[in-house]
């Protein structure tokens, strides 16, 4: 089944056009996405999510809604959910924001899809001929997508978000036993030196 059947497509919102003027007198601020603040663990990374200033009230399809699967459309075309902390966030057009209709598709299940390596080889396919390796939103319209009953979604999705979490702590342990590590080798050579 394709992709456009189970969900509702659109890319984010064309900046420039909106952008303020030194002349406009309205100026309307937003939080907005950026390819920095989406990284490969498949999380917003909220310190480089950037202000946006606009000459006029931006319409709500353009902001990010709970449940919502944002797609980066370059390298590395990491797929996220959005979630309660997140919902809210100005969509660019570098992003294509992904709806599901959740009779039919899990918004976890569809991540996983998307982020899987299968998907990315069909990515590169597609990218081969682009100097910026940027695909185009029509990619995800027309993508195949297997669908499974909603407790096998379920299931997979579950198992997922909790690898990603795993990968996640293992991260952060990795780096405090780095911290911990340099710290005692810091002070058994000031003692050494005695």
């Known amino acids: 089944m394709k992709l456009k059947e189970v969900a509702f497509l659109r890319t984010g919102l064309v900046l420039n056009r909106k952008q303020v003027k030194p002349t406009d007198v309205e100026k309307f601020k937003y939080k907005q996405l950026t390819l920095k603040s989406i990284n490969n663990d498949e999380v917003i990374n909220e310190n480089y999510l950037e202000e946006f200033i606009s000459n006029e009230n931006l319409k709500e399809e353009y902001f990010t809604h709970k449940n919502d699967v944002i797609v980066r459309l370059s390298?590395?075309?990491?797929?996220?959910?959005?979630?309660?902390?997140?919902?809210?966030?100005?969509?660019?057009?570098?992003?294509?924001?992904?709806?599901?209709?959740?009779?039919?598709?899990?918004?976890?299940?569809?991540?996983?899809?998307?982020?899987?390596?299968?998907?990315?080889?069909?990515i590169s396919l597609s990218t081969s001929t682009s100097m910026l390796g940027t695909i185009r939103p029509l990619f995800f319209s027309e993508l195949e997508i297997k669908i499974i009953s909603l407790e096998k979604q379920e299931k997979l999705a579950e198992i997922n978000r909790l690898c990603k979490e795993e990968i996640i702590l293992l991260t952060k342990l990795k780096e405090q036993k780095q911290k911990y590590n340099s710290l005692l080798i810091n002070k058994i050579q000031k003692e050494m030196e005695k």
Do not use: M, W
Request: with cysteine; net charge negative; hydrophobic share 40%.
């Open 75 to 122: 390298y590395p075309y990491t797929a996220i959910i959005i979630d309660e902390q997140t919902e809210g966030l100005l969509v660019p057009s570098h992003f294509v924001i992904i709806r599901c209709d959740l009779k039919k598709i899990i918004p976890g299940y569809l991540q996983c899809i998307l982020n899987s390596n299968e998907i990315h080889k069909q």
